[in-house]
C-alpha cells in the first residue's frame, strides 16, 4: 500500500462550485499532516496544515480523520485562481523518532469560467 | 526577505558531466532536503540534512552527493552515475520540532543533452 495515496483527477468544476479532495495515508504514527498547493512547473507552497479539529482558512477547509486515516481539503466558491495540483503531505514516523514528509502525488484541479 | 534561493533556474550539461546545484536558504532551519519531481509524479527525497557535518540518504540517492558545511547552505552534485538526471529538483527547508513544515525554493530544471 502506498504511504500516501490521492486521486489524481483531474477535476475539473465551474467558477463558484464547491470542490473536495480526499487523501488516505498509511501510518497511522503520522502526527503532523499538510496540503501544499503546486501551480504548473513551480514549486510546491504550503496552503495549510491539518489539525485534528479540522481547521479553515477564507474559503479552504481541512479534516483529519485519524480513525479511518484520510485527510480531506473542501474548497468552496472556486476561483480561476485555484486552478492548480494539491498535494497531501503526511509526516512518516520510525520507530519512535521523527521522520520526512512524505508527499502525495497531487491531485489536479482546473477551474473553469 | 526570508526564504530559499536555488541557482540556476534552468541548466543544461552534457551527458556524463557532473553538475552542481546550489541551495541556499536564510530562515534559520536546521534541516535541509533535496527532491526530485519528474513530469506527473510525485516528489522524492534524494538527500536531507538535519544539523551542519551530517547528512542522510533518501529513497533515490544514487548518483547523487551532497555536503552540508553551513547551515545555511546544502549544494547537490549530479553525479554522471546517475543514469536519467534530466527533472526538476527541489530544496526544502525546515525546523527540527514542531510540525516541521517545508518551505521550498524555487526550483532547478536540469536538462542533460
Known amino acids: 500500500r502506498k504511504e500516501v495515496e490521492q486521486d489524481p483527477g483531474p477535476f475539473n468544476v465551474p467558477e463558484g462550485a464547491t470542490v473536495a479532495f480526499n487523501c488516505t495515508y498509511s501510518?497511522?504514527?503520522?502526527?503532523?499532516f499538510f496540503w501544499y498547493r503546486q501551480d504548473c512547473r513551480k514549486e510546491p507552497k504550503l496552503l495549510m496544515s491539518?489539525?485534528?479539529s479540522g481547521n479553515e482558512d477564507g474559503r479552504f477547509t481541512a479534516q483529519l480523520n485519524r480513525a479511518s486515516q484520510y485527510i480531506s481539503l473542501l474548497i468552496r466558491d472556486s476561483k480561476l485562481s485555484d486552478s492548480a495540483t494539491y498535494l497531501c503531505?503526511?509526516?512518516?514516523?520510525?520507530?519512535?523518532?521523527?521522520?520526512?514528509?512524505?508527499f502525495g502525488k497531487g491531485t489536479k484541479l482546473s477551474v473553469k469560467p | 526577505d526570508g526564504g530559499i534561493t536555488q541557482s540556476p533556474k534552468y541548466l543544461f550539461r552534457k551527458e556524463g558531466q557532473n553538475v552542481t546545484l546550489s541551495c541556499e536558504q536564510n530562515?534559520?532551519?536546521?534541516?535541509m532536503y533535496w527532491y526530485r519531481q519528474d513530469p506527473g509524479q510525485g516528489l522524492r527525497l534524494i538527500y536531507y540534512?538535519?544539523?551542519?557535518?551530517?547528512?542522510q540518504k533518501g529513497d533515490i540517492a544514487e548518483g547523487y552527493s551532497v555536503s552540508r558545511e553551513k547551515k545555511e547552505s546544502f549544494p547537490l552534485t549530479v553525479t554522471s552515475a546517475q543514469k536519467n538526471p534530466t527533472a526538476f529538483y527541489l530544496c526544502?527547508?525546515?525546523?527540527?520540532?514542531?510540525?516541521?513544515?517545508?518551505?521550498f525554493g524555487p526550483g532547478t530544471r536540469l536538462t542533460v543533452l
Open positions: 526544502a527547508s525546515s525546523t527540527t520540532s514542531g510540525r516541521m513544515e517545508q518551505f
Open positions: 503531505v503526511v509526516n512518516i514516523y520510525y520507530g519512535g523518532s521523527q521522520g520526512n514528509l512524505i
Open positions: 491539518v489539525y485534528s
Open positions: 540534512s538535519q544539523i551542519v557535518n551530517d547528512f
Open positions: 501510518n497511522s504514527a503520522s502526527q503532523s
Open positions: 530562515l534559520n532551519h536546521d534541516a
